[in-house]
C-alpha cells in the first residue's frame, strides 16, 4: 500500500516540474514582449507630444480668431436687441388694438410646467380676472376651463409639442359671475430646445359665433324634420339639374332622386316629360303652378297641385324647388260635390213643391220653377224677401220662427197664407230647415199649395157632420118607426090591462104585451148592432163580415174568401175594415147596379189585405173626389182609412166596375 502510494506521489512531482518548466519558458517570452512594447510606446509618447506643440500652436491662433468673433457677435447682439425691443413694442402695440381677439405667449418646461407669458387686456376683459394674476401660470388658468375640456388642452398642446403641428384647440372657461365663454386657440411654435417649447399665438371668444352656429344647426335640424315630414312630395335639384333635396314623401311617389337627374329616374314617360318641360320653364324663369295627372313610379295616377320654383341668388338661377300636393281626395270630392249640385238643381228644378233658399234675414238666394209660378215672379234675379209673400199678421210669427232653428238641424212647420205677386191669396204650408249653402249657413224652405188639401179637409169635416146627423136621423128614423109604435102600442095595452077584470082578457093583454116587449128588444138590437156591431167586438172581422153579408145576400150575390177564420186584430183595425166594408157594400147596392161582389181578407207576411170587387157601372175616381155630393162615400172610406198607416187604392173607370185593395202592415196579431 506504501509503495503505491509513493508511486502516486513521484507522478505528481514530475508533473509539477513540466508545468514550472513551461512557466519559466512563457516569462522569458513575455520579457521579450515588453521590452519590444517599452520602444514601441517610447516613439508613440515622442510623435503624440510633437503633435500636441503643433496643435497648441493652432489653438493660439483659433483663440485670436474666435476673440475677433466675440466681438463682432457683440456688436450684432447689441444692434438685434434694439430691433427685438422696437419689434416687442410694435407688438404690444398691435395685441392691444386687437378687437375680438387676445395675443398670448405660452412656455411649456419638460419638467411639466406652464407658464403663460404674455397676454393682452381682451382676455381680462372677457372672463373678469387680473392679467396678472393669469400670468402666473397655467395652475391659474387651469382653474377657469371647463373641467371637461381640460384633457383636450393638454392633448393637443403635447400633440403640438412634438408633430410640429399647429396649437389648434377651442375650449369653455367658466369666468367667475359670468357665463359660460368659448374661445379658440390657434398658436405656432416659435422657438423650443431640450427644455422648453414656446408657442405665440391668438385667442378668440367664440361664444357668440358658437351660439350662432348652434342656432342654425338646430333650425337646420329643424327645418329638415320639416320638409321629411312634410305630407306632400317636395324635393330639389341644383343648376345642373342634380337633385340635392328630397323627402319621403317624394321618395314613395318618384323612388330616390337624391343625385341624380330627373331624366335620370324610372318614371312614366308622361310624368318624366312633364317634370322635364316645366324645369325648362322654370330656368327660364317661369313659376310653374298647375293641376295635372300624373303617374307614380309604381304606375299609379294621381292628380297633383304642382308648384316649381326657381332659387335665385345673387340675380341667378341656382336652382328649382318642385312641390307636389295630392289633390285626388279633393279631386274626388269635387266630383262628388258637383254630382250632388246637379241632382240637387235637378231636384229643386223639377220639384212639384215650390222651394227656395233664403237667408235668415228673409232674402231669396234661390227659388225653382214652381216658386215662380206660385208667386208670379218674372226674372230669377230680382231680389226678393221671403216677408213680401207671407201674410201680414203671420210675418213676425214665422221670423221668430227662423230664429228657433238657427245652428240646429230642427225643422219647422208653418202654415199662413201666400200673397202671390197679383194679389191672390193662396193657403201654404211651409218647411224649413237651416243648411250650408255656399260656406253660408242659410234657410231652405219647401213650400207647399195646401189649397186642394184645405178644401178637402172642409169637405171632410162638412161630411163628417152630415154624416153624423145622417146616422142621429136614421136612429131617430129607427126609434120612430119601429120602438116608437111598439112603445105606444105597449102604453095603450098597459091602460087596457089595468082596467082589465077577467082572467082570460088580462092573460091575453099581457101577452100581446110580451110580443111587443120582444119585438122592442129586437128593434133595439138591430139598431145597436148598427152603431156598434157586438159579433164584432165579439167574434172578429170574419163573424161579422159573414153577418153583415146575411142582410145583403137576398139582394145580390156575395162571395168571401179569407185565411183569417181563427185571427184576430186590434179592435182599432178590425172596427176601420168593418166600417169600410159596410160602406163599399152601401155604395155597390145604392149606385153601382152590380150583379156581384167578392170580398177577399188575408193576412200574408204581416200584412192584412182587404180586396173588394163588383161588376158594377164603375165611376171616374177624381171626379168623384171633386164632387161635393156624391163623392161622400169615398170620402168617408178615405176618412177612416187615414187613422191607420196603410195604404189604399180605389181603381175604377166607367163600364170596368171597381176594385177596392187596402194594405195594413201589422206586426203582431192577437
Same mark, same amino acid.
Given at each position: 500500500?506504501?509503495?503505491?502510494?509513493?508511486?502516486?506521489?513521484?507522478?505528481?512531482?514530475?508533473?509539477?516540474? %513540466?508545468?514550472?518548466?513551461?512557466?519559466?519558458?512563457?516569462?522569458?517570452?513575455?520579457?521579450?514582449?515588453?521590452?519590444?512594447?517599452?520602444?514601441?510606446?517610447?516613439?508613440?509618447?515622442?510623435?503624440?507630444?510633437?503633435?500636441?506643440?503643433?496643435?497648441?500652436?493652432?489653438?493660439?491662433?483659433?483663440?485670436?480668431?474666435?476673440?475677433?468673433?466675440?466681438? !463682432?457677435?457683440?456688436?450684432?447682439?447689441?444692434?438685434?436687441?434694439?430691433?427685438?425691443?422696437?419689434?416687442?413694442?410694435?407688438?404690444?402695440?398691435?395685441?392691444?388694438?386687437?378687437?375680438?381677439?387676445?395675443?398670448?405667449?405660452?412656455?411649456?418646461?419638460?419638467?411639466?410646467?406652464?407658464?403663460?407669458?404674455?397676454?393682452?387686456?381682451?382676455?381680462?376683459?372677457?372672463?373678469?380676472?387680473?392679467?396678472?394674476?393669469?400670468?402666473?401660470?397655467?395652475?391659474?388658468?387651469?382653474?377657469?376651463?371647463?373641467?371637461?375640456?381640460?384633457?383636450?388642452?393638454?392633448?393637443?398642446?403635447? =400633440?403640438?409639442?412634438?408633430?410640429?403641428?399647429?396649437?389648434?384647440?377651442?375650449?369653455?372657461?367658466?369666468?367667475?359671475?359670468?357665463?359660460?365663454?368659448?374661445?379658440?386657440?390657434?398658436?405656432?411654435?416659435?422657438?423650443?430646445?431640450?427644455?422648453?417649447?414656446?408657442?405665440?399665438?391668438?385667442?378668440?371668444?367664440?361664444?357668440?359665433?358658437?351660439?350662432?352656429?348652434?342656432?342654425?344647426?338646430?333650425?337646420?335640424?329643424?327645418?329638415? &324634420?320639416?320638409?321629411?315630414?312634410?305630407?306632400?312630395?317636395?324635393?330639389?335639384?341644383?343648376?345642373?339639374?342634380?337633385?340635392?333635396?328630397?323627402?319621403?314623401?317624394?321618395?314613395?311617389?318618384?323612388?330616390?332622386?337624391?343625385?341624380?337627374?330627373?331624366?335620370?329616374? $324610372?318614371?312614366?314617360?308622361?310624368?318624366?316629360?312633364?317634370? +322635364?318641360?316645366?324645369?325648362?320653364?322654370?330656368?327660364?324663369?317661369?313659376?310653374?303652378?298647375?293641376?295635372?295627372?300624373? &303617374?307614380?313610379?309604381?304606375?299609379?295616377?294621381?292628380?297633383?297641385?304642382?308648384? +316649381?320654383?326657381?332659387?335665385?341668388? !345673387?340675380?341667378?338661377?341656382?336652382?328649382?324647388?318642385?312641390?307636389?300636393?295630392?289633390?285626388?281626395?279633393?279631386?274626388?270630392?269635387?266630383?262628388?260635390?258637383?254630382? /250632388?249640385?246637379?241632382?240637387?238643381?235637378?231636384?229643386?228644378? /223639377?220639384?212639384?213643391?215650390?222651394?227656395?233658399?233664403?237667408?235668415?234675414?228673409?232674402?231669396?238666394?234661390?227659388?225653382?220653377?214652381?216658386?215662380?209660378?206660385?208667386?208670379?215672379?218674372?226674372?230669377?234675379?230680382?231680389?226678393?224677401?221671403?216677408?213680401?209673400?207671407?201674410?201680414?199678421?203671420?210675418?213676425?210669427?214665422?221670423?221668430?220662427?227662423?230664429?228657433?232653428?238657427?245652428?240646429?238641424?230642427?225643422?219647422?212647420?208653418?202654415?199662413? $197664407?201666400?200673397?202671390?205677386?197679383?194679389?191672390?191669396?193662396?193657403?201654404?204650408?211651409?218647411?224649413?230647415?237651416?243648411?250650408?249653402?255656399?260656406?253660408?249657413?242659410?234657410?231652405?224652405?219647401?213650400? %207647399?199649395?195646401?189649397?186642394?188639401?184645405?178644401?178637402?179637409? %172642409?169637405?171632410?169635416?162638412?161630411?163628417?157632420?152630415?154624416?153624423?146627423?145622417?146616422?142621429?136621423?136614421?136612429?131617430?128614423?129607427?126609434?120612430?118607426?119601429?120602438?116608437?109604435?111598439?112603445?105606444?102600442?105597449?102604453?095603450?095595452?098597459?091602460?087596457?090591462?089595468?082596467? &082589465?077584470?077577467?082572467?082570460?082578457?088580462?092573460?091575453?093583454?099581457?101577452?100581446?104585451?110580451?110580443?111587443?116587449?120582444?119585438?122592442?128588444?129586437?128593434?133595439? %138590437?138591430?139598431?145597436?148592432?148598427?152603431?156598434?156591431? !157586438?159579433?164584432?167586438?165579439?167574434?172578429?172581422?170574419?163573424?161579422?163580415?159573414?153577418?153583415?153579408?146575411?142582410?145583403?145576400?137576398?139582394?145580390?150575390?156575395?162571395?168571401?174568401?179569407?185565411?183569417?177564420?181563427?185571427?184576430?186584430?186590434?179592435?182599432?183595425?178590425?172596427?176601420?175594415?168593418?166600417?169600410?166594408?159596410?160602406?163599399?157594400?152601401?155604395?155597390?147596392?145604392?149606385?153601382?147596379?152590380?150583379?156581384?161582389?167578392?170580398?177577399?181578407? =188575408?193576412?200574408?207576411?204581416?200584412?192584412?189585405?182587404?180586396?173588394?170587387?163588383?161588376?158594377?157601372?164603375?165611376?171616374?175616381? &177624381?171626379?168623384?173626389?171633386?164632387?161635393?155630393?156624391?163623392?161622400?162615400?169615398?170620402?168617408?172610406?178615405?176618412?177612416?182609412?187615414?187613422?191607420?198607416?196603410?195604404?189604399?187604392?180605389?181603381?175604377?173607370?166607367?163600364?170596368?166596375?171597381?176594385?177596392? $185593395?187596402?194594405?195594413? /202592415?201589422?206586426?203582431?196579431?192577437?
Amino acid at each position: 500500500m506504501k509503495k503505491k502510494e509513493q508511486e502516486i506521489l513521484r507522478t505528481h512531482i514530475q508533473e509539477l516540474e %513540466r508545468e514550472n518548466f513551461l512557466l519559466k519558458e512563457e516569462l522569458k517570452e513575455n520579457k521579450v514582449q515588453i521590452h519590444e512594447y517599452k520602444k514601441n510606446i517610447a516613439s508613440i509618447v515622442l510623435q503624440r507630444t510633437q503633435e500636441l506643440e503643433e496643435m497648441n500652436i493652432d489653438l493660439q491662433s483659433a483663440k485670436h480668431e474666435l476673440e475677433q468673433y466675440k466681438n !463682432h457677435l457683440e456688436e450684432v447682439i447689441r444692434e438685434r436687441t434694439i430691433d427685438l425691443k422696437f419689434s416687442e413694442q410694435r407688438f404690444i402695440s398691435v395685441s392691444k388694438s386687437l378687437m375680438g381677439g387676445s395675443v398670448f405667449e405660452i412656455k411649456f418646461s419638460n419638467d411639466g410646467t406652464y407658464e403663460i407669458r404674455y397676454l393682452n387686456n381682451f382676455f381680462w376683459d372677457m372672463i373678469g380676472v387680473d392679467v396678472q394674476y393669469m400670468l402666473n401660470g397655467y395652475d391659474a388658468l387651469k382653474n377657469y376651463i371647463h373641467p371637461e375640456d381640460t384633457v383636450l388642452f393638454q392633448e393637443k398642446l403635447m =400633440h403640438s409639442k412634438h408633430t410640429k403641428d399647429i396649437f389648434d384647440v377651442e375650449i369653455r372657461i367658466l369666468p367667475p359671475e359670468k357665463s359660460m365663454k368659448s374661445i379658440h386657440i390657434r398658436a405656432n411654435t416659435i422657438e423650443e430646445s431640450d427644455n422648453y417649447t414656446i408657442w405665440v399665438g391668438l385667442v378668440f371668444d367664440t361664444t357668440e359665433k358658437n351660439k350662432f352656429q348652434y342656432e342654425i344647426q338646430e333650425r337646420e335640424v329643424i327645418l329638415n &324634420a320639416i320638409i321629411q315630414n312634410i305630407p306632400y312630395d317636395f324635393w330639389a335639384i341644383d343648376s345642373n339639374k342634380t337633385c340635392f333635396l328630397q323627402n319621403r314623401t317624394s321618395k314613395k311617389l318618384w323612388g330616390n332622386l337624391l343625385g341624380k337627374s330627373p331624366s335620370q329616374v $324610372t318614371l312614366p314617360e308622361t310624368t318624366k316629360t312633364f317634370f +322635364l318641360d316645366k324645369i325648362e320653364d322654370v330656368l327660364q324663369n317661369k313659376l310653374v303652378n298647375e293641376e295635372v295627372l300624373l &303617374a307614380d313610379r309604381h304606375g299609379n295616377k294621381k292628380d297633383f297641385q304642382s308648384l +316649381l320654383a326657381p332659387i335665385i341668388l !345673387h340675380d341667378k338661377i341656382r336652382g328649382i324647388l318642385c312641390f307636389n300636393i295630392d289633390i285626388s281626395e279633393r279631386k274626388r270630392e269635387e266630383k262628388a260635390r258637383v254630382q /250632388n249640385e246637379q241632382k240637387f238643381r235637378n231636384i229643386f228644378d /223639377n220639384s212639384t213643391d215650390a222651394i227656395i233658399i233664403q237667408s235668415h234675414q228673409g232674402d231669396i238666394i234661390e227659388m225653382n220653377n214652381e216658386f215662380i209660378k206660385l208667386s208670379g215672379v218674372t226674372h230669377k234675379s230680382d231680389t226678393i224677401n221671403v216677408s213680401h209673400f207671407i201674410g201680414k199678421n203671420d210675418k213676425s210669427n214665422f221670423f221668430r220662427k227662423i230664429d228657433t232653428i238657427k245652428n240646429t238641424s230642427h225643422i219647422f212647420i208653418f202654415e199662413t $197664407t201666400f200673397i202671390t205677386h197679383n194679389n191672390k191669396v193662396i193657403p201654404i204650408e211651409i218647411k224649413s230647415k237651416e243648411i250650408e249653402y255656399l260656406d253660408n249657413k242659410v234657410i231652405l224652405s219647401l213650400i %207647399r199649395n195646401i189649397a186642394y188639401r184645405k178644401k178637402f179637409e %172642409r169637405k171632410l169635416v162638412n161630411t163628417i157632420i152630415e154624416t153624423e146627423e145622417k146616422e142621429r136621423a136614421r136612429l131617430a128614423a129607427d126609434l120612430h118607426d119601429d120602438i116608437g109604435p111598439v112603445l105606444s102600442s105597449m102604453k095603450m095595452l098597459t091602460g087596457l090591462l089595468r082596467d &082589465a077584470s077577467d082572467i082570460a082578457k088580462t092573460k091575453v093583454i099581457s101577452d100581446q104585451i110580451f110580443e111587443l116587449v120582444t119585438e122592442s128588444l129586437r128593434s133595439l %138590437r138591430e139598431t145597436s148592432n148598427s152603431l156598434s156591431p !157586438h159579433v164584432l167586438k165579439n167574434y172578429g172581422i170574419i163573424a161579422a163580415t159573414r153577418n153583415i153579408i146575411q142582410s145583403f145576400q137576398h139582394v145580390i150575390p156575395i162571395s168571401v174568401e179569407t185565411n183569417c177564420e181563427k185571427l184576430r186584430f186590434e179592435s182599432t183595425i178590425e172596427i176601420i175594415y168593418y166600417r169600410v166594408l159596410c160602406e163599399l157594400l152601401t155604395n155597390t147596392i145604392k149606385h153601382a147596379q152590380a150583379t156581384k161582389i167578392d170580398i177577399n181578407l =188575408h193576412y200574408i207576411n204581416s200584412m192584412l189585405i182587404f180586396t173588394y170587387q163588383d161588376n158594377g157601372i164603375g165611376f171616374n175616381v &177624381a171626379k168623384k173626389m171633386e164632387e161635393s155630393s156624391s163623392g161622400m162615400g169615398l170620402y168617408n172610406i178615405i176618412n177612416r182609412i187615414s187613422s191607420l198607416e196603410a195604404n189604399y187604392t180605389i181603381d175604377s173607370s166607367p163600364g170596368k166596375g171597381l176594385i177596392f $185593395t187596402l194594405k195594413t /202592415n201589422i206586426t203582431q196579431k192577437l
